[in-house]
């Protein structure tokens, strides 16, 4: 096998690890976003806020890391997605301005606190239905005529399927928040957190099974896969993975235990992430786009792993640090003030 | 096409100029933090700690809309230059990607400990998140400026059915022009961040409020951009050099210059006129131009003219925007020299017109790195990698008119909303000033549980 053949393998897991990085890091971010509505009033919304206050411009990096990776290791796909999906990138990126900015701003304001309550549960809510929604069109598919993708159509992402898709990950961000507040409050806002989880898991178990029995109808054969004998043996262990992990997490809540949902919720959307990953290889955008046909020169991919190979585990290591740092349970008076 | 294209062009123009000013000022302002936590660490002052809360918080403020709007940036050049990221995302995508794994992740996690672990961290581990915060924004600042020197000094590539190869990836980073304007961006995002401090001291003084603090920062300030001033001068006057060498048009636009020739004059002032491919209003200073621009009396200088129309960049932007940024320059090393002066005589603090000089040039620095962003981004036209590849050919072909003009509205609405919100909590903040900053805790308290081990190393440290 040539560098030309290893190297996008190799990409297409630094990306699929730098996009899971994101989606569970951020994931819970976004969803106390979505969760603060819940709140009784609004120190607890602050409460809410301050539990991920110093870690989530180092969650959202990684989304930065996703794109400048595809754009290094994958410039084609960088460029079909991007452009075709450009008033959802449009979205996503403006909500996820008023929601980063609400995180400075809400606690520099008075009077105008108020809006950036809302900036903040707003962006959370648009950001995470905008990812579902480009998660579902590109799953959907982007068929390419001679190698570019010509759909000149500003809408062309609109379907009841991408649609689905971003509300199913409303309700997966809102269960990651709702678990990580779980494990990071006490007292009411622990109790609030408590009982939103039990509906937020019911749903996106739900969401799950509708996605599975949806998929083997999208045009994008991107399940093929899944259900072509016999690879559904070789890959029965993660659906069945997945079941014991909701009814352990279903345990974990009815017994009030405080670090094993968040946990569990993480695990829940490692599995359909792996479970997505494997139905979309080797494809980088689906139908039809492999890895190979998207790669950059294998002279940049080799130039950026090395950095990469050198780079993540340092910034794992610094972020598990800061994590240490702000462990435990959120202080009321927590900030720089 | 040619809309969505005219409409791309400006909304890239409109969402850089504005996230530019963010990274600018921060890249300075964590640099000064790193500079006043150390200086608290030796001499352990009350006011110095204060300082450094002040001035802490204004960096996150700052720092938060830099972020945001470099998100933006992040995914700009897919939606609206797919064509440019198809063709160049071979050597520029690397390069952007490298800034993401050793500046953007260290920034923004030492952040966390630097703004909310205070009360967390030891003091030596505190001022360590603060260097690290530093050192991210100056790596950040040279992978970025390396990928923008390669479009304008495009080296180390090969060029094979359009799309561009890498070569040698040394050549790429290094590439003619990098240097130089690596040195110019640092010195500008100092200067900015020092007519920022300077100003606001002075407003201080001026109003007689926090007298003993603003004068540290007014004399740090002062004597900085004393120094910084003349570097700037001399490193632009390199980047200069270099941009004769390696983008002549681009020299002959900024410097209003149409016929190829030598003992060429210094145009001072004109209206460039493009259709007639000559100056009107014309007021110039004979010699000087070759002087400047090749450091002999009759030194060759290319003239606009030379180049067939479709290769000439606009004249008008950046002639008038190098002058006012140089013009702005002058001013500071003026404003900086007299204040030395000043300083040695004793006089600084009370002379009240030196104090409103320096508050009217709070902004001079943003002002002068734009102008010098236009210089350098509208020059380059109408290439997008110089030479080699035209704007045109970079559009996304799959974008309509109509999604772009509304993303254009879209961003100037949100960004317009931003600044006002963030100007409006910077004067709130300044308002309050530089006020006690609180003592450190010995322990923490938590919400309703004992401390737990981990908590109790959290006192204070040797």
């Known amino acids: 096998m040539s560098a030309a053949e290893i190297l996008p393998v190799i990409w297409y897991f630094i990306i699929g690890f730098a996009v899971m990085m994101y989606v569970l890091l951020d994931g819970f971010v976004l969803g106390i976003g979505i969760l603060t509505p819940f709140a009784d009033h609004d120190d607890q919304r602050d409460l809410m806020m301050n539990t991920a206050a110093p870690i989530w411009d180092g969650n959202e990096t990684w989304l930065v890391m996703g794109g400048a990776g595809l754009l290094a290791a994958f410039p084609k796909a960088y460029a079909i997605v991007l452009s075709a999906l450009y008033l959802p990138i449009l979205a996503m990126l403006i909500a996820l301005i008023f929601r980063g900015v609400a995180f400075e701003f809400r606690f520099k304001a008075h009077r105008s606190r108020w809006v950036w309550g809302v900036a903040f549960a707003a962006g959370s809510l648009i950001t995470a239905f905008m990812q579902g929604l480009i998660l579902g069109a590109l799953v959907e598919?982007?068929?390419?005529?001679?190698?570019?993708?010509?759909?000149?159509?500003?809408?062309?992402?609109?379907?009841?399927?991408?649609?689905?898709?971003?509300?199913?990950?409303?309700?997966?961000?809102?269960?990651?928040?709702?678990?990580?507040?779980?494990?990071?409050?006490?007292?009411?806002?622990?109790?609030?957190?408590?009982?939103?989880?039990?509906?937020?898991?019911?749903?996106?178990?739900?969401?799950?099974?509708?996605?599975?029995?949806?998929?083997?109808?999208?045009n994008s054969h991107l399940m093929d896969r899944w259900f072509t004998w016999p690879n559904f043996w070789y890959l029965c262990p993660v659906p069945i993975l997945t079941l014991i992990n909701a009814a352990a997490l279903w345990v974990a809540v009815i017994r009030n235990r405080e670090t094993e949902p968040f946990v569990l919720s993480l695990c829940f959307f490692l599995l359909g992430f792996i479970g997505l990953v494997i139905g979309i290889w080797p494809n980088i955008v689906p139908p039809s786009l492999t890895i190979w046909q998207a790669a950059s020169a294998p002279s940049s991919q080799l130039f950026v792993m090395v950095g990469a190979f050198i780079m993540i585990p340092a910034v794992l290591g610094y972020t598990a640090y800061s994590y240490r740092v702000f462990r435990g349970k959120i202080a009321a008076d927590a900030g720089y003030h | 096409m040619t809309e969505a294209l005219l409409l791309s062009r400006l909304q890239f123009g409109f969402v850089i100029s504005f996230h530019i000013l963010f990274p600018a000022f921060t890249i300075g302002l964590a640099s000064w933090l790193v500079f006043l936590e150390a200086l608290w660490l030796r001499k352990r002052e009350e006011r110095v700690r204060d300082l450094y809360f002040f001035w802490m918080k204004i960096f996150s403020v700052s720092f938060g809309v830099g972020v945001v709007t470099g998100i933006v940036m992040s995914f700009q050049f897919g939606t609206n230059w797919a064509g440019f990221s198809s063709a160049a995302g071979n050597v520029v995508g690397p390069l952007l990607n490298y800034e993401v794994l050793t500046a953007f992740f260290m920034e923004a996690t030492f952040l966390g400990v630097m703004l909310f672990g205070w009360q967390r961290v030891g003091h030596?581990?505190?001022?360590?998140?603060?260097?690290?915060?530093?050192?991210?924004?100056?790596?950040?600042?040279?992978?970025?400026?390396?990928?923008?020197?390669?479009?304008?000094?495009?080296?180390?590539?090969?060029?094979?059915?359009?799309?561009?190869y890498p070569v040698d990836w040394l050549a790429i980073i290094f590439n003619p022009s990098f240097p130089y304007r690596l040195a110019h961006m640092v010195l500008a995002a100092f200067l900015t961040t020092a007519f920022v401090i300077g100003g606001i001291s002075a407003f201080y003084l001026y109003r007689g409020k926090f007298p003993e603090k603003a004068k540290i920062c007014l004399r740090c300030a002062l004597v900085f951009v004393s120094i910084v001033a003349p570097l700037q001068i001399i490193a632009g006057d390199f980047s200069g050099q270099e941009v004769r060498e390696n983008q002549p048009a681009k020299l002959a636009a900024l410097e209003g210059h149409w016929e190829t020739g030598s003992n060429v004059p210094f145009v001072v002032f004109a209206v460039p006129n493009e259709d007639a491919q000559r100056n009107d209003y014309a007021w110039q200073i004979p010699h000087l131009g070759s002087l400047i621009l090749t450091h002999s009396w009759g030194g060759e200088v290319k003239g606009l003219r030379d180049f067939p129309r479709d290769q000439q960049p606009p004249v008008t932007i950046p002639f008038f925007a190098f002058r006012f940024m140089v013009g702005i320059g002058v001013l500071m090393l003026l404003i900086s020299w007299y204040g030395l002066w000043k300083l040695k005589r004793g006089t600084v603090f009370d002379s009240r017109w030196y104090l409103r000089a320096w508050m009217a040039m709070t902004p001079s620095g943003f002002i002068a790195l734009v102008l010098g962003w236009w210089v350098a981004e509208v020059g380059r036209q109408p290439w997008v990698v110089y030479g080699v590849m035209r704007t045109a050919e970079g559009v996304s072909a799959n974008i309509t008119s109509g999604s772009v003009l509304g993303s254009l509205i879209t961003y100037i609405v949100t960004y317009l909303l931003l600044f006002g919100f963030a100007t409006w909590y910077l004067i709130k903040m300044l308002r309050t000033g530089p006020v006690p900053a609180p003592p450190r805790a010995r322990t923490i308290p938590t919400a309703a549980r004992p401390l737990s081990l981990g908590d109790e190393e959290m006192g204070e440290r040797p």
């Open chain 1, 141 to 218: 598919g982007m068929p390419l005529t001679g190698g570019k993708y010509v759909h000149a159509q500003a809408f062309a992402w609109f379907s009841p399927f991408s649609m689905m898709t971003g509300v199913a990950v409303v309700f997966g961000y809102a269960l990651l928040g709702a678990t990580w507040l779980i494990l990071k409050t006490e007292g009411r806002v622990q109790r609030i957190a408590f009982d939103l989880t039990r509906p937020l898991m019911l749903a996106v178990i739900a969401f799950m099974l509708l996605v599975s029995a949806w998929l083997p109808f999208v």
């Open chain 2, 124 to 164: 030596r581990t505190h001022f360590f998140a603060t260097c690290m915060v530093a050192l991210g924004t100056l790596i950040s600042t040279f992978w970025i400026i390396s990928a923008n020197s390669w479009m304008q000094t495009p080296a180390g590539y090969e060029l094979r059915d359009g799309v561009f």
